[in-house]
């Protein structure tokens, strides 16, 4: 179940713009960038509408910590988010690299995880992701699998930050980028980014998505 949560919803414009640095998550990082993740996402209609009834925070996480690691597995990138006055971990993406979209089987040492997790909502949250997988581009791409910042960042750019420091690097080697909204809401944040609805994706079990494509831009 390597892509099961999607982009989450524009930052609010209620603070102060933080002196925002991005670098890259080691291994060492992806307990705390899940947390992040998972407390994002505990708002989000879609990532909830998956789960069991329950800690739903707590589900995100594990689900995260799975999801983080298999990225790195298959050549993934995650990025961090840091103030640069203090070294607070602001917000995290996680990319999935151009030309890799690992299937299920690659995702069989994983799949123990999920049912402890997904239990009675594992075939939805399956057929879920297989119908994503349908809709996504074959043209090799920057995949944005997952994107978050924590209460205390929202609306001081670590979001922007995140997705134009990728972005900036697609346009540089001329590769494109694809993302799922989950919400009519995010559409809007995203476009301003140059991202454009591609199609919309069903879901089984909570609400659907928007596949959203973006061009590289030289």
Known sequence: MGQTTKA??????????ADVKVQPAALADLDRAAKVLADAFSRDAYATGLLPSGDVTSQLYKIFKVQLKHTFKYGGHVWLAIDSSNGELLGVSEWGAPGTNPGFFSQAPELPAYLSIFRSRMLDAAITDKNADKHRPLVPHWYLKAIGTTERA?????GSALIRHRLADADATGTPAYLESS???NMSYYEKFGFVERSRIPSRGTVETIGMWRP???
């Open 154 to 158: 929202r609306g001081r750019g670590a």
């Open 183 to 185: 919400s009519e809401t």
């Open 216 to 218: 590289a831009q030289r």
């Open 8 to 17: 989450t919803a524009s930052p609010q414009q209620n603070k102060a713009k």
